[in-house]
């Protein structure tokens, strides 16, 4: 696929994304999301990606929304299949892909750009980001999982409050709430996020997955986790890279892992 919309480039084992719609505020039409879907199934399978940086055109915007105009005049029907067709193929892929996606949050994370942030295993914000799901104030609620995963990251009481009000909230309060890791200044943001992914790439890439599918599960009600952990715990075992790091540790060096 021919991207419009993102920007896609690896290097140094990170795949580096970028929403490219900055005069749109990096808004999600279809179009976007459609690439998004291509780039995160590509980055999935792809040996040569141990790690994926996902962020926002500018300093203005991460995502400040969905494309509102594509859905204006949607029926119930035409809503459900547009909510379960993006979950599917975006928001949740992301969220169980075993690479692990690092959202930097450069601006404004509002409705399916925060969705979109949350849908990522770790988010840093730059200082002047602003986070917030304003669905409500529309008529509607978040239909990228929004509802689930906020709740999951700061609790019920929470989750309701920022989507009942529709208010934003400062990177410093979604940091105090647990719903970003980090807050940086702006110019430090790539950096940030950057040596993150530089420690993870030097990790164990099937440990890493596992440990997302464990963690993942923790947040189901299909499975227990605590058996997707013993599972996931049993499968390492079997790897040349268990192998290669416990023999590094007894010969006291870095292990050089190969994903097999």
């Not at 809503?79 to 690092?102: D, M, T």
């Not at 980001?129 to 669905?135: K, T, V």
């Not at 999982?145 to 208010?167: N, P, S, W, Y």
């Not at 110019?187 to 992914?197: I, N, P, R, T």
Request: aromatic share 6%; hydrophobic share 45%.
């Amino acid at each position: 696929m021919t991207y419009q919309h993102i920007l896609s480039e690896l290097k140094d084992q990170v795949l580096y994304v970028t929403i490219n719609r900055e005069q749109k505020l990096n808004a999600l039409n279809k179009e976007t999301l459609a690439e998004l879907a291509d780039v995160i199934a590509f980055a999935a399978v792809n040996d040569e990606v141990r790690g994926i940086l996902l962020t926002g055109a500018g300093e203005k915007a991460f995502v400040a929304g969905a494309d509102i105009a594509e859905f204006a005049d949607y029926n119930g029907q035409q809503g459900e299949e547009l909510a379960r067709k993006g979950q599917e193929s975006v928001f949740n892929a992301i969220a169980n892909c075993p690479k692990p996606v690092v959202a930097a949050i450069n601006g404004f994370a509002l409705g399916g750009g925060l969705e979109l942030a949350m849908a990522c295993h770790i988010r840093v914000a730059s200082d002047h980001a602003r986070l917030g799901l304003p669905e409500t104030s529309l008529g509607l609620i978040p239909g990228y999982g929004g509802t689930q995963r906020l709740t999951q990251l700061v609790g019920k009481g929470r989750a309701l409050e920022m989507i009942c009000t529709a208010d934003m909230i400062t990177a410093a309060q979604a940091e105090s709430i647990g719903l970003v890791n980090a807050v940086v200044p702006q110019g430090e943001l790539m950096a940030k996020a950057e040596s993150l992914l530089a420690k993870i790439t030097l990790r164990a890439p099937l440990a890493i997955a596992a440990a997302i599918k464990a963690v993942n599960a923790a947040a189901g009600s299909d499975e227990n986790g605590f058996e997707k952990e013993i599972e996931e715990f049993g499968k390492c075992f079997n790897t040349l890279d268990f192998k290669e790091g416990t023999l590094a540790f007894l010969e006291k060096r870095k292990p050089v892992f190969t994903a097999k």
